[in-house]
């Protein structure tokens, strides 16, 4: 596999300029050798990445082609970990062709693979990536709650996140009695005012909050 670390190297280089195409090419050489010596980890790692580099060149067939086959390979290998990241990177492709159930559904999909394999930081960021979506759909409340999810693990959290974790909890100490079964886990409704349109008063600050960051579960 050492000959196609440069090949790697330059993908990833390529990657960050923005030439998308032409990182998807040396991935594809990538796998190529890693297929021929035997790596089929390493091959479903590199169709991985192709996908990711087709998803932002908006080649959306060629990358749901390589995703499909790398996470294929990595359900036959029984790697748990890698097929949540692929599923994830799925999720963010469906999202991106505006197919928002088939997301909405991978996504959580996604979520329960990481939490099976111990991946808590993938995991906040797919809930994140979850609650995005939501919020742009101005579905509110599930919104809020995929993003408290992203937030449930205080001991890693940054101030930043801290202090929209609080806001998100804003009057829930009177709230404490009712709970809400969604995306397959318990949590406390938060107990947010609403304002004369009925949209919870909070929903500008979250946005602003939520969209700081981007979902990339890659080894990009």
Not at 6 to 14: F, G, H, R, S
Request: proline share 3%; with cysteine; charged share 25%.
């Amino acid at each position: 596999m050492g000959d196609v670390i440069p090949v790697q190297d330059q993908a990833m280089e390529l990657y960050r300029a923005g030439r998308f195409e032409e990182a998807a090419g040396h991935w594809q050489q990538v796998y190529q050798a890693s297929l021929a010596g035997g790596d089929l980890a390493a091959a479903a790692r590199a169709l991985n990445d192709q996908g990711v580099c087709w998803r932002q060149a908006a080649r959306f067939d060629e990358a749901e082609q390589a995703l499909s086959e790398a996470r294929a390979i990595f359900q036959k290998l029984g790697d748990v970990c890698g097929e949540a990241q692929v599923v994830g990177n799925l999720a963010a492709l469906y999202e991106s062709r505006h197919k928002d159930a088939r997301a909405i559904d991978l996504y959580r999909e996604a979520i329960a693979l990481l939490d099976r394999c111990g991946e808590p930081t993938l995991s906040r960021e797919t809930w994140m990536a979850l609650g995005r979506l939501r919020l742009r759909r101005r579905e509110w409340w599930p919104a809020f709650a995929a993003y408290e999810m992203s937030l449930s693990d205080t001991a890693q959290l940054t101030v930043a996140q801290r202090a929209l974790r609080g806001l998100l909890r804003v009057g829930g100490a009177g709230d404490r009695g009712r709970r809400r079964l969604i995306y397959g886990a318990t949590f406390t409704r938060p107990t947010i005012t609403r304002s004369s349109t009925g949209r919870p008063a909070a929903s500008r600050t979250l946005r602003r909050r939520m969209v700081a960051s981007r979902y990339q579960p890659t080894s990009i």
